[in-house]
């Protein structure tokens, strides 16, 4: 947590927000989040869908950027809402797990 406070400081001048309002397209946001300590390519891209989802931070270019994590439906946490939601994500992860077993 110090790391990540120090690089938004360092970076953003504190302003959390800067991430992705300075954004300029969806890869962009994707690459400041990934610049981020504890921010992989996977994790940095489901945080840009949930930016996009649930706070309306839709950068051009924005699903490209994420992938499927893009699409309408229960895929990640970028999707949830509530218990109800939480259960769906929950449900297409262990279905997509199924099916990667069954290969």
Known sequence: M??????????????TARIWTEATTGADLVARLQELP???AQKAK????LLAKQLGVTPRGWTTAVGDYGKKGY???AD???A???????????EQKAKAAAG
């Open 80 to 82: 949830v809402v509530d």
């Open 2 to 15: 110090q790391a990540l406070a120090s690089v938004i400081v360092e970076k953003y001048d504190g302003e």
């Open 38 to 40: 504890g921010f992989g």
């Open 46 to 49: 489901i945080f840009t869908a």
């Open 84 to 94: 109800d939601s939480l259960v769906k994500v929950r449900a297409f992860k262990k």
């Open 75 to 77: 895929r990640s946490v």
